[in-house]
């Protein structure tokens, strides 16, 4: 099955600062690739996908990379804020299977005023 | 339109008791599935159902069952409580007419605590 691995686990930075989280999947097959953000005591919450006919993409501060090649994407937040501060998660899919969802295990970020 | 509802919200168990939790969505979506979120451990997928009528097993699938009881509810059954079953549990859909969007509605997680 596939298997999704996230780096880092925790990421600090000061308020102004961009932050990037980066994730890789062993499945060649995986062709959807969403981003959630978990607030603290909330449901994680989709914030920005990718497919994998896409190299990159964007949304404000916000932006998406996929190396298909080299089976990696990242996600990059530019001007961070406190209100950024949550757990981000990575997720590979292929979608047209059986459509299982395999989440990286998260990154903690935490953005300092 | 309420998304994903699950219920209850919080629980209290003792090791050895049995307990259900419910989940509905009124997206018709055809996927359902039921995570679990440890510290450090991400969200691990228990079991999913492709659609009305089917049940899989996910990555750690020991202690739990599953019911797909209609395409609008999906429970999750502890027959016998453990500690190591002490979680937040998250019910998750997809499917229907946003099916090519591929995008995970979730809902509120039960706190569960086994003692």
């Known amino acids: 099955g596939e298997n999704v691995e996230q780096h880092p686990s925790t990421l600090s930075v000061q308020e102004g600062d961009s932050a990037v989280i980066k994730c890789t999947y062993s499945?060649?097959?995986?062709?959807?690739f969403p981003w959630y953000k978990q607030e603290l005591g909330k449901r994680p919450q989709l914030i920005i996908d990718?497919?994998?006919?896409?190299g990159e993409k964007k949304d404000q501060r916000i932006a998406v990379t996929l190396n298909k090649t080299a089976k990696h994407f990242s996600l990059h937040i530019t001007e961070t804020q406190p209100e950024d501060s949550a757990v981000y998660f990575c997720?590979?899919?292929?979608?047209?299977?059986?459509?299982?969802?395999?989440f990286g295990r998260g990154t903690s970020l935490i953005v300092h005023p | 339109n309420a998304g994903v509802t699950q219920t209850p919200k919080f629980q209290v168990l003792k090791t050895g008791q049995s307990m259900t939790l419910q989940c509905a969505q009124d997206m018709n979506h055809n996927s359902m599935y039921w995570y679990r979120q440890d510290p450090g451990m991400g969200l691990r997928l228990i079991y999913y159902?492709?659609?009305?009528?089917?049940?899989d097993k996910g990555e750690v699938p020991n202690g739990y069952n599953v019911s797909r009881l209609n395409k609008r509810e999906f429970s999750l059954r502890l027959e016998s409580a453990a500690p190591s079953q002490t979680s937040v549990y998250f019910c998750?859909?997809?499917?229907?007419?946003?099916?090519?969007?591929?995008?995970?509605?979730f809902g509120e997680g039960s706190r569960l605590t086994v003692l």
């Open positions: 499945d060649s097959a995986s062709n959807y």
């Open positions: 159902s492709a659609s009305e009528g089917t049940t």
């Open positions: 990718i497919r994998s006919n896409v």
């Open positions: 997720a590979a899919i292929r979608q047209g299977g059986s459509y299982i969802p395999t």
């Open positions: 998750a859909s997809i499917g229907g007419t946003i099916a090519n969007t591929g995008e995970l509605f």
